[in-house]
């Protein structure tokens, strides 16, 4: 008698821990690999649209799928945040910037891992990202066409910016500083990019936006010289470019433009530093750097607090850009390129933009 229920027992325990190993609650759920990043256009009932799929190693939920769109200091901006996704470093990029055809619908996108179960893929819309103007979902794996399992974003057609023009800037007061110039050329590239030159003409595709749009553009420099001239020391150099904007009346803000430089030429993306007078100096860096990420598509660096001449001793909210790395050779011929070089003019003045609508400053 005694072995019989020793033995039903036994049994019984072993049924019970099997259920446990089985069961779905104890078992950790694996993460996903996105493995693969297509763009396309394509119509939808007649109605164009830009396609873009990631595909993954295997399904999630939808329900584990969030999507944000807009925002007072980012109107364009899309997010899709996936849960227990992550990027396959090996085959899928940070940043990428959407060729001339899908301008019209999207200008680039990029990835940011939030945590280890949590990855965000943020896309620079044209038009406003609110509803009607997007759709996210999933797709089956599809054996016929070879493709796996899919989140698809569809982007529908949006109004384009064609005459480089921005709103809620009319009547600004704004400091434009091309970084470096004259005897100082900045950093040079491995192809020989000089960064006073093409600070100097992202800073005028800047002046020439800002002006169309209304603004008071004051350039510290609109041509390669010194600022202040080839024997001043490095204080007096950038004092003179701080005295464009504590000397012009009613001078707003004040936006220094730089190529960032490092000895490895793998460091890339794009960033933006502020020196904290007044929670101003960060809200600027925010939006600049939302825009040009928006417009470049690079890796998005953030905005960083340092001791910077020109922020520091700037007596109105200030912001340091650094455009992208002109020591990685990919980067270095992005910055050499005039699209790109627009580009990143019109993601700085559609951040000026939303930095003036946002505060009320």
């Known amino acids: 008698m005694r072995k019989g229920c020793f033995r039903l027992l036994l049994a019984f325990a072993v049924l019970l821990s099997f259920a446990f190993a089985v069961s779905p609650v104890c078992m950790a759920r694996g993460t996903a690999k996105i493995i693969s990043f297509d763009t396309s256009r394509q ?12 595909g993954l190693n295997k399904p999630i939920e939808e329900n584990d799928i969030s999507v944000e769109g807009g925002g007072v200091l980012r109107p364009k901006r899309l997010k899709i945040v996936m849960k227990d ?6 085959d899928v990029e940070e940043g990428y910037s959407f060729d001339k055809n899908a301008k019209s619908f999207a200008r680039g996108a990029s990835f940011l891992a939030k945590d280890s179960k949590e990855l965000q893929l943020t896309v620079a819309m044209t038009a406003l990202a609110e509803e009607g103007n997007y759709r996210v979902y999933t797709m089956p794996k599809d054996k016929k066409n070879k493709k796996p399992f899919r989140i698809v974003i569809d982007i529908y057609d949006g109004e384009t910016n064609a005459k480089g023009k921005v709103d809620g800037v009319g009547g600004r007061t704004i400091v434009i500083d091309p970084g470096h110039g004259g005897t100082d050329t900045g950093a040079r590239g491995y192809r020989g990019s000089l960064e006073k030159d093409i600070t100097l003409k992202v800073s005028k595709n800047v ?8 603004a ?3 350039m510290t420099r609109d041509d390669d010289r010194d600022v202040y001239g080839p024997s001043a020391t490095d204080a007096q150099e950038l004092q003179a470019r701080v005295d464009y904007g504590d000397f012009t009346p009613g001078t707003d803000i004040f936006v220094s433009i730089h190529c960032n430089a490092f000895y490895t030429p793998e460091s890339n993306g794009t960033g933006t530093y502020y020196y904290y007078k007044t929670e101003l ?3 600027l860096a925010q939006a600049i750097q939302d825009g040009m990420v928006d417009r470049g598509g690079r890796r998005d660096r953030g905005i960083h607090e ?8 700037s007596s109105m909210p200030a912001a340091l850009c650094e455009l992208a790395f002109i020591t990685n050779p990919d980067e270095e011929l992005l910055l050499s390129d005039e699209d790109f070089q627009f580009e990143m003019a019109m993601g700085i003045c559609e951040g000026i933009s939303n930095f003036f609508k946002a505060t009320g400053y």
């Open 216 to 218: 008071i553009v004051v």
């Open 281 to 283: 100096d960060e809200q």
């Open 85 to 90: 996704v992550k990027r396959d470093s090996d």
């Open 43 to 54: 119509a939808d009932g007649g109605v164009p649209l830009f396609r873009i799929e990631l």
């Open 306 to 313: 340092a001791r910077f001449y020109v922020c520091r001793n």
């Open 207 to 214: 002046e020439k936006i800002l002006k169309a749009s209304g």
